[in-house]
């Protein structure tokens, strides 16, 4: 399916009793619209903002928890896009962790962070929430108006007010939610093995440091990996941002249910960054240099898909590999937007 832009036209109107609040408003509408508002080498997309209306209570039977853990996680939570804010009511309904929570941090549509660790382990939670307002965004151009017209017109408009058409054009057609992210964080796996023990019974791994031995951090010595879950709600395919902490080196993410996955051939040093971004086709890092050439893979397809390109559940199983990290320095980071192809 083909998609063209989108064109949205907004009609703004005003009366003005006094002659210099016309001029001001005049020309505040005109600072406003101005394509260098931004301050930028370039200029900034016009966003286009619809917001969604909340109030309904959303009723969910699929709550992960982890005993001592305040984050919760849920396939069909869809906490991003019905709008769930820090600060909103959530509700466990579920024996163990039964109870009336605060939410502390909203990660993704299928995880947050609530302000208690969790009583114990389960599935299957039954859980509630109030859907708060949330909204969709379009990246427009301003492609005419105003036009500021003072010629003949209707009351009450003549001559002190306008009422102007603005035609905005949004090349890309697609809708955006809110930001979200999925962190693989590397440091579930920081410690060590213990300690490389040379006695007189061999050699063995000690958990207790000394002189003479040698500490092996898993990090260091071989690759990490990890899958995620990523339980996509958008209605056309996501092109995310990834960050890569270093040290790391030939980093891959893969989209193992699409079977879409993206490397680079290249050592991302200590506090440098490795920046993915799928949306503009781009590799650069954090020094602002062109990588693009170390990458391999197809960067125009690589994202995050809804059914039918998945299960009706959703997921997107996303897994990251790189060898030579460090624990506690070496992340990735997944950022990225719901695409819907209408409101």
Not at 284 to 311: C, K, M
């Amino acid at each position: 399916m083909r998609f063209d832009a989108r064109v949205v036209q907004v009609v703004i109107a005003e009366a003005q009793n006094v002659p210099s609040d016309f001029w001001k408003r005049r020309d505040e509408l005109l600072d406003l619209l101005r394509p260098n508002r931004s301050f930028a080498a370039d200029a900034d997309q016009m966003i286009y903002r619809r917001w969604m209306p909340g109030g309904d209570l959303f009723y969910g039977n699929d709550l992960e928890t982890l005993a001592n853990s305040a984050l919760v996680t849920s396939a069909t939570g869809r906490f991003v896009h019905y709008g769930v804010k820090r600060g909103s009511k959530f509700f466990i309904t579920s024996l163990a962790n039964h109870g009336e929570y605060t939410v502390l941090q909203v990660l993704n549509d299928y995880t947050v962070r609530l302000n208690a660790d969790m009583k114990a382990t389960g599935t299957d939670g039954n859980f509630v929430y109030r859907r708060s307002w949330s909204f969709r965004d379009l990246h427009c151009l301003l492609e005419s108006g105003p036009n500021f017209d003072q010629g003949e017109g209707p009351a009450p408009f003549r001559p002190m007010g306008y009422k102007e058409v603005l035609r905005l054009v949004a090349h890309d057609p697609m809708w955006y939610g809110e930001e979200q992210e999925q962190d693989w964080n590397l440091l579930l796996s920081a410690g060590n093995y213990g300690d490389l023990v040379f006695d007189d019974l061999g050699a063995w791994f000690g958990a207790v440091e000394g002189a003479g031995r040698w500490v092996f951090l898993p990090g260091v010595v071989a690759g990490e990996t990890g899958t995620a879950d990523v339980h996509y709600w958008g209605t056309a395919p996501a092109y995310p941002i990834i960050y890569v902490d270093g040290p790391a080196e030939n980093f891959r993410i893969t989209n193992e249910t699409v079977n879409e996955s993206i490397a680079t051939n290249y050592d991302v040093a200590t506090g440098e960054t490795l920046i993915i971004n799928v949306l503009s086709q781009s590799v650069t890092n954090n020094l602002g240099e062109n990588l693009t050439h170390y990458a391999a893979g197809d960067l125009a397809t690589f994202g995050l898909y809804p059914p039918p390109h998945v299960a009706s559940d959703r997921r997107n199983a996303v897994s990251v590999s790189f060898g030579g990290a460090t624990p506690g320095t070496s992340n990735v980071r997944m950022v990225w937007q719901n695409r819907y192809v209408g409101i």
